[in-house]
């Protein structure tokens, strides 16, 4: 008689070994395809699309395969009179894909591509009195990631940061994880950006690591995946989601690496390249990014290390010069 | 309303969509392409439909035009691509310029939710339509019925939770949370409302032997279940574990017929609390007693739950460091415990 634990089985003939080369073909091809409709469909967020592929390449050392003019152009082409960054020509700015935008023009050294100063007046512009962030003008409140663009401009002090604390602190729960707002329910990527906000701001001796580690490290499920929060199934994301988590605030070992890895490994599609979800299911360029990145927190040594707060390239950081606190 | 055609049909030959480019009434508007900018990053093939609606929504945007064919052409936009929220935002624009009927605007946004729950752009507009009607009267309902198709919709509740709270509709909630821990005691969504309500309420300090009572009879039926021990351990956090009287023998009575990983590390949770919050007159030996039941559990989990292996070692570790007596004879906490037992499955009571 066994308990029914929501969990996927990883079939044994499930994809072992990493298959770097042919990620690096799935991505470099995407979104060329003629008749590509998901491609069309997701124009809403191009943006972290393209954030995705190019981070996932320049983890996998294949940067240089995009083109790297076409993307600055397309990235100047999208910000707004008001400072802020569009997902795609003629949609409207928005929160999401200014950080995009900015993450981009960091792995092309290219900041200056934007106006600057416009960037950081559209961000500061959506603080709300209650100290967290609208997405855009309209008010679509949105996950607190305005704090790494500012940041990176050197321009923490235009924004309210006790203001924005004090509001990710009353999205802290009774069991130690974080909600979107106060009261809702704990979940793996809601902690993440929590975790990475109170890295940006040198908060986080107001996390209870041991409790959010265990609660974290809780996610891991038989079959070695994470799941976002608890009876839901595991994916490939939440590896990135909860293990870079875990990272942030020192506990990365309570997870058993091993059983993850193979969780991870099984995710990919060894015909088209990629990763999906979960095992055998169809691919995608999100996934792709958080499985080679997961990875990459693991400790592979074929890819470059990645930086658990920003998901972005550790060398790409120590260029710009921003190194988020960890808890060790 | 003849902006509403989508079809034409004759007896013989099928409906088919009629693009907007082919419509008598659209003819005075230059349709806009899509730009990809001055070096399209990859070529992009739509299919024709798609390029039709938004190349003619882009026009109106670029025209700022407020008008009944504008308001048509967001839905067809939208039935496309639900996630678009330019498109979302231009119809606000448009459901206040024009006075449109904000209870048929509920009619579809209801519609939509409905095919496609998870989609951002539509929770967030629902919200907005339901502030400007200042009317909650139907969400309670229509958020219920949504759980009923999957109830850990995190949009869903989280409208909920913003329902509740604005309008003050806290009356029926517990039993609508009870009811649905009653369908399935394992919803963390439902567990996490419950502590919603009750801390914007009564508060826990009345209610808590009702709810450790609540918790433990749903803990016998299923002894795996994570959500109703994180409640537990969380409601009782603030005061103490080892503040509430005759809880940990309760917990020792439990253990003998419905054993899990979650009962032991509640009990290790309630033997670190007692060391760590030890009245003066408690006796050096008694603690001692105390932290060696815990670091028993901390053995026994390190290889019941080998998953997770590390953090019970840890927690021993640390137990030992903080509350360990100086002498000598103690036995060194192993770090590498008996090679593992397999995970014995615990019997569900139906």
């Not at chain 1, 600057?116 to 603080?127: A, F, P, R, T």
């Not at chain 2, 629902?126 to 995190?154: C, G, H, T």
């Not at chain 2, 949370?177 to 409302?193: G, T």
């Not at chain 2, 390190?302 to 292996?309: F, G, H, P, V």
Request: charged share 25%.
């Amino acid at each position: 008689m066994g308990t029914q634990v929501k969990d996927v089985i990883i079939k044994p003939d499930a994809p072992s070994t990493l298959l770097l080369d042919k990620h690096a073909d799935y991505i470099a091809a995407y979104g060329s395809k003629k008749d590509d409709y998901e491609y069309t469909l997701s124009e809403y967020l191009r943006m972290s699309g393209i954030y995705w592929g190019l981070t996932v390449m320049d983890l996998m050392g294949q940067l240089p395969r995009m083109n790297r003019q076409e993307i600055i152009d397309f990235i100047k082409a999208c910000q707004h009179e008001c400072g802020g960054i569009s997902a795609s020509i003629g949609h409207d700015p928005h929160l999401l894909y200014t950080l995009s935008a900015v993450q981009i023009l960091c792995l092309y050294d290219s900041v200056d591509a934007l106006d600057v100063d416009k960037v950081v007046e559209y961000i500061k512009g959506l603080q709300q009195e209650d100290g967290s962030f609208a997405g855009d003008k309209w008010g679509e409140q949105d996950l607190l990631r305005s704090v790494l663009s500012q940041e990176t401009f050197g321009k923490m002090d235009t924004i309210n940061v006790d203001k924005a604390v004090e509001f990710v602190l009353s999205c802290m729960n009774f069991d130690g994880g974080f909600g979107c707002r106060p009261g809702s329910e704990s979940h793996a990527g809601q902690i993440y950006c929590c975790s990475g906000f109170l890295s940006l701001t040198g908060q986080l001796h107001q996390v209870n690591a041991d409790l959010l580690g265990w609660w974290l490290c809780e996610r891991q499920l038989p079959s070695g995946g994470l799941n976002g929060r608890p009876e839901k199934l595991p994916d490939v994301c939440y590896s990135w989601w909860v293990l870079a988590s875990l990272k942030i605030i020192g506990r990365i070992h309570w997870i058993d690496k091993a059983k993850l890895r193979s969780f991870i490994l099984a995710c990919q599609d060894e015909e088209t390249g990629g990763f999906a979800d979960r095992p055998g299911d169809m691919v995608d360029p999100f996934h792709t990014l958080f499985g080679v990145a997961g990875l990459s927190l693991l400790g592979d040594e074929q890819i470059k290390p990645v930086n658990p707060v920003l998901c972005m390239p550790e060398d790409v950081l120590q260029r710009i010069n921003l190194q988020p606190d960890l808890l060790s | 309303n003849k902006y509403n055609t989508r079809f034409i049909s004759t007896d013989k030959i099928p409906p088919v969509f009629l693009c907007f480019r082919d419509r008598k009434e659209w003819a005075d508007l230059e349709p806009v392409p899509q730009d990809d900018g001055p070096n399209p990053v990859v070529k992009i093939a739509y299919s024709e439909k798609f390029s039709d609606v938004y190349d003619y929504f882009r026009a109106l945007l670029k025209n700022d035009e407020r008008s009944e064919r504008a308001f048509a052409l967001t839905s067809e936009a939208i039935e496309l691509n639900a996630a678009n929220y330019t498109v979302w935002h231009y119809r606000r624009v448009l459901l206040q310029a024009l006075s449109k009927d904000l209870r048929e605007e509920m009619r579809y946004i209801t519609a939509i939710i409905e095919e496609q729950p998870k989609n951002y752009q539509v929770w967030h507009h629902r919200r907005m339509v339901v502030e400007w009607l200042n009317d909650p009267s139907e969400e309670l309902e229509f958020i219920a019925d949504i759980l009923s198709q999957d109830a850990k919709n995190y949009h869903a509740w989280q409208h909920r939770q913003w329902v509740i709270q604005e309008y003050k509709l806290w009356d029926d909630e517990l039993d609508f949370v009870e009811n649905l821990l009653e369908e399935d005691v394992r919803n963390n969504s439902a567990w996490n409302q419950r502590h919603f309500v009750i801390s914007h309420t009564s508060g826990f300090s009345d209610a808590m032997e009702r709810e450790i009572q609540y918790c433990l009879y749903q803990i016998k039926k299923a002894p795996n279940n994570e959500s109703a021990w994180n409640y537990l351990k969380g409601i009782l956090q603030p005061l103490g574990l080892s503040a509430q009287p005759g809880l940990l023998e309760r917990v020792l009575e439990l253990k003998q017929t419905h054993c899990s990983p979650y009962l032991l590390a509640f009990l290790f949770d309630c033997y670190e609390d007692a060391l760590e919050n030890s009245k003066e007159n408690v006796a050096e030996e008694e603690q001692q007693k105390t932290l060696k039941k815990a670091l028993e559990i901390c053995q026994l989990l390190a290889q019941e739950d080998t998953i997770r292996k590390e953090y019970w070692l840890f927690l021993g570790r640390s137990l030992k460091n903080k509350h360990g007596s100086s002498d000598p004879s103690d036995e060194p906490l192993a770090d590498d415990p008996e090679p593992s037992v397999p995970v014995s499955e615990q019997q569900e009571m139906s």
